[in-house]
């Protein structure tokens, strides 16, 4: 059972079985009240009626034996003041309900009659004391009785005010439920008579029966056919859903991730996780040929000096007198750098946030070009911008080491601002960056023919990791041509902090924080260093 209830398609089932359900139940009671209410009020308006018209004739003084009783076969009972009965129905053979249990009148009903106006005022006072000490015994059905017969009437006029029961009567053999309604008329010669007269209530209970059966046998066939007809359609529905989870599972288990989720043909939400998983895929698939080709092109830069440092050491192992120690050196600081762009590579992929501190990208670029001979810095006093002060000084170290090598005589920085933008320009006055190759050399492991043989330690790592930065800064890093005719990078950052806040710690309270943004899919082919 919990097996099943795991599975969407049967949970939706249920669900919708069960809201149907409970509407169905709503619906059918409030049916059949309404139902038993309306039939219940028929009859009580057809026994109301027949008790008026009897009433009417006993207003215009008919005898009692000249009464239309017998219309219709329904128990009539006509009762004077003193609760005995005067005329009834000739073929009721049993009553209950009414408060009259007689279905034969009283003998002295004539008398009664003839005498109503002399003795009446005495009986009254006793029948009003006797009705007094019943009041408490008697039921709500009896509390309607007795207001409908205390109305004030004058002579000839008929109550307004009704007494409804249910009882049972026997008419003719025939044993039913009624419902009794008692209506008083006040005559001239024999005082206030109440008229009882039943309609039959076996249409009306038939009726609520029958449609309570229907209820019981139609609501599990429509509660059977909703529940097939939502099985099937969310099994229809779920089905993609079910191909998409088989192909991936498939994927996971043969680590291909070449492979495709299928999409189904319908523009709903299912179509969408379909796309949406395959451009998921799509992403892992480039996230991990790029970590391949990030191993295997590091391990084959790392190979190199770590291969002359060997062979230098071992060389200096068996003749002492023969040690390179410059080259040593250099083949040391050259396999430090390169572990650093490593590591560093690694963090931004991470998806490491920068600091959130306040640099002055103005006097960055003085401190890093202070020293380089051929380098010119000019611009703006102070251009603040927040993020991380030493990947920004990597990155215009980068910038100035590939000028330097490319340039023929100088390299020109300038810093300045364009609107709500930082703008940091990098020119030389080499041969530029050919326009076919203006976004590769930003791939890592990337370099030009030129650099091949003039590039001495780079390992085409460099702007790579610039415009990695960069981007994790919120800017841009682009290349063009200089005013020189070189090459002209240009470092793009939203601005921020005025610069008198500079040097402020990272993770100071307050500082803000560059979400991470990702890196750019990279497909050019690899190749040894630099520009």
Not at 107 to 118: C, E, I, N, P, V
Request: glycine content about 10%; hydrophobic content about 45%; proline content about 4%.
């Amino acid at each position: 059972m919990s097996r099943l209830l795991g599975s969407v398609r049967a949970r939706a089932t249920l669900g919708a079985t069960l809201v149907v359900a409970v509407a169905l139940c709503a619906a059918g009671a409030a049916v059949l009240l309404s139902l038993r209410a309306n039939l219940l009020g028929e009859a009580g308006v057809r026994a109301e009626r027949t008790a008026r018209e009897v009433a009417a004739e006993l207003a215009v003084g008919t005898a009692y034996d000249r009464l239309s009783l017998d219309a219709d076969d329904r128990p009539v009972q006509v009762v004077d003041e003193d609760g005995r009965l005067v005329a009834a129905s000739e073929d009721l053979e049993a009553v209950e309900g009414t408060g009259v249990a007689e279905v034969r009148p009283h003998r002295s009903a004539g008398a009664g009659a003839r005498d109503g106006a002399s003795g009446g005022r005495d009986d009254r006072d006793e029948r009003d004391e006797r009705d007094d000490r019943d009041d408490d015994d008697d039921d709500d059905d009896d509390d309607d009785d007795r207001a409908a017969a205390r109305q004030p009437l004058a002579p000839g006029e008929i109550g307004t005010r009704t007494g409804v029961r249910d009882g049972r009567a026997t008419v003719d053999g025939d044993t039913e439920d009624y419902r009794f309604v008692a209506v008083p008329v006040e005559t001239g010669d024999r005082g206030r008579l109440t008229v009882h007269a039943g309609a039959p209530l076996a249409a009306a209970r038939g009726a609520v029966r029958t449609a309570l059966t229907v209820m019981l046998i139609g609501f599990p066939l429509l509660l059977a056919v909703v529940a097939a007809v939502t099985w099937l359609v969310t099994r229809r529905a779920l089905r993609p859903v079910e191909g998409i989870r088989r192909e991936m599972a498939a994927i996971t288990a043969s680590a291909d991730l070449t492979r495709r989720v299928p999409v189904p043909v319908t523009r709903d939400e299912v179509a969408r996780l379909a796309l949406t998983t395959n451009e998921t895929l799509a992403a892992l698939e480039t996230s991990v040929e790029r970590q391949r080709r990030f191993v295997a092109d590091a391990s084959h830069e790392l190979r190199s000096p770590i291969a002359s440092l060997r062979t230098q050491l071992e060389v200096a192992a068996a003749h002492p007198a023969l040690l390179d120690l410059d080259a040593a050196v250099e083949d040391t600081v050259r396999l430090q750098r390169l572990a650093a762009d490593l590591l560093l590579l690694a963090r931004l992929d991470a998806g490491e946030r920068p600091a959130g501190v306040a640099v002055d990208l103005a006097a960055l670029a003085r401190e890093e070009a202070r020293g380089r001979t051929g380098v010119t810095v000019r611009g703006e006093e102070a251009v603040p911008v927040s993020g991380s002060r030493g990947q920004l000084g990597r990155v215009l170290a980068n910038l100035l080491d590939n000028a330097a090598r490319h340039a023929r005589t100088a390299v020109e920085v300038s810093v300045r601002r364009e609107g709500g933008t930082a703008v940091v320009a990098v020119a030389d006055d080499g041969a530029g960056v050919p326009e076919a190759d203006r976004e590769r050399i930003f791939a890592r492991f990337v370099r030009l023919d030129e650099a091949r043989g003039r590039d001495e330690g780079g390992a085409g790592l460099g702007l790579a990791i610039a415009r990695d930065v960069a981007l994790r800064h919120g800017g841009t890093l682009t290349v063009g041509d200089g005013p020189a005719g070189g090459a002209l990078f240009e470092l793009r950052l939203p601005l921020g902090q005025p610069a008198g806040v500079r040097g402020v710690r990272a993770g100071r309270a307050g500082a803000p924080r560059w979400a991470s943004a990702p890196c750019p899919a990279r497909s050019a082919p690899r190749g040894p260093a630099g520009r």
